[in-house]
């Protein structure tokens, strides 16, 4: 069965940090360029940042560039968003995809094939 499993989300204070990571199982993530995606209440699903399968190229959201940072251990089969200097606007549900082409082209979720059951991040003081 083909699954990608979020972790690492939860409560923390406005400034703070927090690591999410993404595992799949069932497949190989080698081939699949990956996104981290969220959707805040109220309001629509949203890009948040996306690697190549090669690791060699990323793509981030302007509201999270220079806060936030993707990367991948294909050895692993994991994706790891590193997120710093958290607002409370980041607070969401956040999802990893994973997109059937070694690029990331788009932020556009029907690009993806592959999504995870979401984990929980809330910022707040």
């Known amino acids: 069965q083909l699954q990608l499993v979020e972790s690492g989300g939860g409560l923390v204070q406005p400034g703070g940090s927090l690591r999410l990571s993404c595992a799949a199982s069932?497949?190989?993530?080698?081939?699949?360029?990956i996104g981290w995606f969220r959707r805040a209440p109220g309001k629509e699903r949203e890009g948040v940042s996306c690697?190549?399968?090669?690791?060699?190229?990323?793509k981030y959201a302007d509201s999270v560039k220079g806060r936030f940072t993707i990367s991948r251990d294909n050895a692993k089969n994991t994706v790891t968003l590193q997120m710093n200097s958290l607002k409370p606007e980041d607070t969401a549900v956040y999802y990893c995809?994973?997109?059937?082409?070694?690029?990331?082209?788009?932020?556009?979720?029907?690009?993806?094939?592959?999504w995870g059951q979401g984990t929980q991040v809330t910022v707040s003081s």
């Open positions: 995809a994973a997109k059937g082409s070694r690029y990331c082209s788009s932020f556009r979720p029907n690009d993806y094939d592959y």
């Open positions: 069932g497949f190989t993530l080698d081939y699949y360029a």
């Open positions: 690697i190549s399968s090669s690791g060699g190229s990323t």
